[in-house]
């Protein structure tokens, strides 16, 4: 069974820095995917990064970037450059591949508030 | 391109009376997904389907919820009767097939049972 650990409740980061939100997962399947989503306050869940199994090269979009380490089985999600905007709720996924044509799950963890200060 | 819709946004009802959400997702969605989300915790999924057929329902209560998505394309999800455990945010979202497409949330309906 897929699961998804998100050990840092809460994290504080001053503007202008560079945050890392930790991500580690477990599965038995060799292909999978691995997401990032924000949640703000207002509480639609926005799409962030995305990093397959598969992939050789950690993903980036802009200022997000997620530090892939696959023997450790970790998909961490580092901010550069926190605005005040940032300060969210962040959500670690995980979708195992599926053999029957359709879009499997998608299994969160438990999230990690993070605020940005001034 | 529009995107999830989800109505209502917000409900209180009192705990044994029935509720009722719908979604709509992206045009073109083949996969649709019912989320619940409890304060401070992360989505749980209820229910998937594949255009209007059920992929995994294997988290959904059973004895009180029910959900369809009967042309494949919008989807209702209810409660009857509803608890108080039941006080949650359910999230609608839908995804085309394959893997590494991520899924799009609509914005929610929060459900208070009272």
């Known amino acids: 069974a897929q699961k998804i650990t998100q050990t840092q409740p809460g994290m504080f980061v001053q503007e202008k820095e560079a945050v890392t939100l930790d991500c580690t997962y477990d599965t038995s399947d060799q292909s999978y995917g691995l997401f990032w989503y924000k949640q703000p306050s207002s509480g639609e869940m926005i799409f962030l990064i995305y990093?397959?199994?598969?992939?050789?090269q950690n993903a980036t979009e802009g200022r997000y970037s997620l530090n892939f380490q696959k023997a450790r089985k970790s998909a961490n999600l580092v901010i550069s450059a926190s605005q005040l905007g940032d300060s969210a709720m962040y959500f670690c996924?995980?979708?195992?591949?599926?053999?029957?044509?359709?879009?499997?799950?998608?299994?969160f963890g438990t999230g990690t508030r993070l605020q940005v200060t001034l | 391109e529009a995107g999830v819709a989800q109505s209502p946004r917000y409900k209180i009802i009192e705990k044994r009376q029935s509720v009722a959400f719908w979604c709509n997702p992206i045009s073109g969605h083949a996969t649709l997904y019912w989320y619940q989300q409890i304060l401070g915790q992360g989505p749980k999924l209820l229910i998937q389907f594949q255009n209007n057929g059920v992929v995994d329902d294997s988290q959904l209560p059973k004895d009180r919820f029910s959900a369809e998505r009967l042309k494949g394309v919008d989807s209702t999800l209810k409660i009857q009767p509803a608890k108080l455990e039941d006080s949650a945010v359910y999230l609608c979202?839908?995804?085309?097939?394959?893997?590494?497409?991520?899924?799009?949330f609509g914005q929610g309906t929060r459900l208070t049972v009272v």
């Open positions: 979202a839908s995804s085309a097939l394959g893997g590494d497409t991520e899924a799009f």
């Open positions: 990093q397959g199994s598969y992939d050789e």
């Open positions: 996924a995980m979708r195992e591949a599926s053999n029957t044509g359709t879009a499997s799950k998608l299994t």
